[in-house]
């Protein structure tokens, strides 16, 4: 008989890989870019998504299950390169147990021009995006983007900007997250639709 926590843990792991899947149609991903990972309840361990592998077929047992200094305690894998900044979100955020470093292509588009979002142009995004924070290009996976991170989400944000690089959403849950990651890059695009218009109608 499989037991409760067996059966929460499992129902983690496919809700990962369903989004992970749906990132991917999106384009928010792409073969090898993204990762993934959810907070076990109650504990300091999290199921991560595994570095070098193909993001739009991922199994179960692709997963790795690490703890909150990135040792890995379950799964045959290579967590996330990104692992160190989704560890320090569930030590300085413990209401947080989701993580999505996704690389929506508009949103990035965005950064590299040096441009900040608006976020009053969406009801949803003033709704649901606490507020959106930025952090200038540093060197993915290392320590000091992980503690850049924890310095932005210590002051309450749920969505981040990284410079030529992605973004970050969090969540309660993991698909508060995907909310959080899809809900950018439907802004960075009402926003680009809205200056190109504004730029074609105001062309003699």
């Not at 899947?21 to 959810?38: D, E, F, I, Q, T």
């Not at 692992?83 to 996704?102: D, L, S, T």
């Amino acid at each position: 008989m499989v037991s409760l926590v067996e059966y929460s843990e499992r129902k983690i792991r496919e809700d990962i890989v369903n989004v992970m899947r749906n990132l991917y149609r999106r384009g928010l991903v792409s073969a090898l870019s993204g990762n993934v990972s959810v907070r076990v309840p109650g504990t300091n361990y999290v199921w991560i998504t595994p570095s070098g592998i193909f993001k739009g077929g991922l199994t179960v047992d692709d997963l790795v299950k690490i703890d909150l200094d990135g040792n890995v305690v379950e799964g045959f894998r290579r967590p996330s390169s990104e692992w160190r900044f989704h560890v320090v979100v569930y030590r300085v955020r413990p209401e947080i147990n989701a993580v999505i470093h996704a690389h929506n292509p508009v949103t990035v588009a965005f950064s590299l021009s040096g441009l900040r979002l608006d976020e009053s142009l969406l009801s949803e995004v003033m709704l649901f995006i606490k507020r959106i924070e930025y952090i200038p290009l540093v060197e993915p996976g290392t320590e000091a983007l992980a503690s850049l991170v924890a310095e932005k989400v210590s002051k309450g944000s749920n969505a981040i900007i990284l410079e030529r690089h992605g973004v970050i959403g969090l969540g309660r849950d993991l698909y508060e997250a995907e909310m959080i990651v899809e809900s950018l890059e439907d802004l960075a695009n009402v926003h680009l639709l809205s200056r190109l218009i504004r730029f074609l109608f105001s062309m003699p």
